[in-house]
Structure formats: structure tokens, C-alpha cells
């Protein structure tokens, strides 16, 4: 998979995308990303990208003509804008993104993106019903959800087959590891059982029950 970032921050993603999944996808070849800085599309020798909002307001917002230039120097793909207002991203939305062979992702910023640009784009997603400085954490969030998923990325894939919203919209079930008890706090018995059958009943009832607790509006 090959993934085109759209930022006004490029030296942001060097850190976290330099270590752990990330990189060993980048080594393994698995993936490719670049970095397409909205900046050197600016037309004026000030490197504006922003504007004031027409109509009045607080704030400045990204202008279409720069990120539509930006746009046009890479080769098409499916191009998302990281937005408040998009639709909420999903395990399920994960999934399907990970098929694609080329990935492009729009960090706005500032108060807002003009709203043309949304008539560049393929899709708006939001990671969440709050707000951020940028579109940059949000492309880091989607990307490494995304990049887990491609074939060969993590060494024991079925790690991705039983967690939170893999099959069905439900939180995983309870884990546990040594020591057996902890400051009074037990296993629970059933995972010591060696009953295969058991412990697949306790943990399809578990995932359901802390769904329900916690996150009621998956089972509504």
C-alpha cells in the first residue's frame, strides 16, 4: 500500500511513524508513505495557504486552490479528508481502507478547511466528537489501524481476528496472564480449565456483557 499525507506539519509523523509497526511494515516493504507539504504549493513568495473566512469569523481557514494544487501533483487515490465533521471511522472502515492500493489522506488545520475542498475529496472522516489543532494525529490514528491490517504486517495475524469490533460491533472479552492471583484478584477459574468449549462460552458471554456495560449503544 502506498500512502500520500497532505500536511502542513511533515516533521510530525517522523517519530511516532519511525518506530514499532509502522517502520517494520516500512522495512518489510509493505507499505510506502510520503509526505507532500501543502506549503510548497502556496502562489505567493509568503507561502500563504490560509485566508480569512468570508462573511466574517474567527480564525483562518485552509485554502481549496493550494490543497487542490497539492493534489495534483500525486497520482490519484482514495482521498480522505481528516475532519470533525466527517463520519465516525470504524474497525469496520479500517478493514475496508486496507485494501486499497493507494491512500491519501488530507490534514486540514487551522479554524477550518474551505469547504470546496470537500468536492475534492473522496470521503470526511472524523476520529472522534471532539476537536483537534489538525487533521495530523487523526492521519496517524488511521493509518496505524490501517496498516495492522495489511497481510504479513503483524507476524501472528489472527491477533486481529477476536479483538474489539473485529466480527461483530463488540468490545473484547477479559485477558489475563501470570501471576494467577494479584493483590487478591483472581483468574477467573475457567480460563485454567483446559476446557476449550468453556472458556469460547465465557469469553463470547463476557465480550457481550462489558459491551452492554460500557458501550451500550453497539448492542441497541
Known sequence: MHIS???LFPEMFFGPFDQSIIKRATDKKLITIDYINIRDFAADNYKTVDGHPYGGGVGMILRVDVVDRALQSIQKGHTIL????????TQKKAKELSALDH???ICGHYE?????IRSLVDEEISIGDYVLTGGEIPAMVLTDSIVRLIPGVLTKPEATVHESFAEEP???YPQYTEPQIYNGLAVPPVLLSGNHKKIDDWRKSESLKRT?????????
Open 5 to 7: 499525507i497532505l500536511t
Open 82 to 89: 481528516l475532519d470533525a465533521g466527517g463520519r465516525p471511522y
Open 103 to 105: 491512500l491519501i489522506l
Open 112 to 116: 477550518g478547511v474551505d469547504h470546496r
Open 170 to 172: 463488540l468490545l473484547e
Open 212 to 220: 452492554k456495560n460500557r458501550r451500550p449503544d453497539l448492542t441497541s
